[in-house]
Every structure is written in C-alpha cells, then in structure tokens.
C-alpha cells in the first residue's frame, strides 16, 4: 500500500515541530515506517531556496515571484522525497505544505488562486495531503512562543516571523478560511494549550480520519 500523507500547517509558535515529533513517535512505536521533512526544504535543492527566501532576500521580488520560488522548491521535494516516500510505504510527516503558500502568498500576498491553482496541478497533482493539521492559536501566543524559541536558540526572526501582529492575525484567519473550505482533508485543532493535551488532540483526529495509522503495522512480509 502506498504511505500517507499528512501535513501540519498554522502560524508561527503553533507547534507544529514538537506534534510532527510526537506523532511520528506514536507511529513509529506501532511499527509504522515514517519519514518527516519540512517546508521550504526537505530536499537538498529545495533547503538552498530555503535560505534565499526565509532570509528575506526575495521579499523585494513581490508575493508572486516568493509564491513561484515555493512552488521551485516543492517541485523538488515532491520528486525527490515526498513521492518516493510514499511509493515504498512509508507516512510522510510534512512541516507545512501547499496551504502554506495560499495563505503567505495567497491570502496575504494577494496572488492570484488561478495561479496557485495551475501550479499545484502541474507541481503537486495527485500528490495531496490525506490529512492536514491545522494548528490554531492566537496571534499574540504565537509570536510570543516563536520569540521565546527564538531566544534560546540564539536565533534571528526569519522573514515571516519578522511581521508585525496584524499580518500573523490575518495569516491565522487565513489558515481557518482554508480548513473550513476543505473539511474532509483538514482539521482544526486548537494549539493553544499544554504540548501533551495537542498531542491528544491530534492523536485523536489520525484515529478518526486514518484508522489504519492507529493500529500496529502489518509484518513485513504481509506489507510486500
């Protein structure tokens, strides 16, 4: 059987490293085989991209040329990682994905969603999500979050994080507008309490939308 797919989206000091690694913890003591990865990146050509876009270089370029650098960026990971990945078996945990740039670059940029849209057919095409994760927490908790990482990592913020509280609400209700548009792939789960009670929380909706995930892994041999 091919893997599944799941993706974890939402805005900055959500928390979505610390679930992916908590689920891939949970998955992986049931014997599932699982490989996790992130975007920007994942791919040694997609990290370089990565680093041109997060470092702000490619801001002055416009919403469109940063949305057509993403898509750069996905073309690789997806040939690279996400589909042999899934052709072997294996789940794939992603740290944001395509509904990442509708809401960065979409929603907020204002590029147009035909274009968006023409991309992830060509780039993306039947390679979706089976389940995406939407982290939700307010603005204000979420920055506070990224800065105390940030802090003790001894770390700058990046270009997104760098924005002020207006926008990050704005990407917040953008997210929201994208799960409540497509209900059968994306859950909400609210973000904003203790790492265990989201873990829960996000245990419960894997069970829920991929029964299989949730029960120990066949053998071997029944898997080939």
Excluded: N
Aim: aromatic share 4%; with cysteine.
């Amino acid at each position: 059987m091919p893997g599944r797919f799941i993706t974890f989206e939402g805005g900055e000091g959500a928390g979505k490293s610390t679930q992916i690694e908590r689920l891939r913890s949970r998955l992986a003591a049931l014997g599932h085989p699982v490989a996790l990865t992130r975007e920007p990146g994942g791919s040694p050509k997609a990290e370089r991209i990565r680093d041109l876009l997060l470092s702000g270089r490619a801001k002055e370029l416009g919403p469109a040329a940063e949305a057509l650098l993403f898509y750069a960026a996905r073309l690789d990971h997806v040939d690279q990682v996400i589909r042999p990945s899934l052709d072997k078996g294996i789940t794939v945990l992603s740290d944001r994905f395509s509904d990442s740039t509708r809401a960065y670059q979409g929603a907020l940029g204002e590029v147009d969603p035909r274009i968006l849209a023409a991309l992830e057919r060509v780039i993306v095409a039947d390679t979706r999500p089976d389940l995406t994760l939407v982290l939700d927490v307010p603005a204000p908790v979420g920055l506070a979050r990224a800065g105390l990482r940030r802090r003790r990592a001894g770390e700058g913020a990046d270009r997104f994080e760098a924005e002020g509280e207006t926008f990050h609400t704005a990407l917040r209700h953008a997210f929201l507008d994208i799960a409540a548009a497509d209900p059968d792939r994306c859950a909400v789960i609210d973000a904003g309490g203790d790492a265990a009670s989201v873990e829960e929380a996000v245990w419960g909706i894997v069970r829920e939308r991929l029964p299989d995930l949730a029960k120990p892994a066949a053998t071997p041999a029944h898997v080939a």
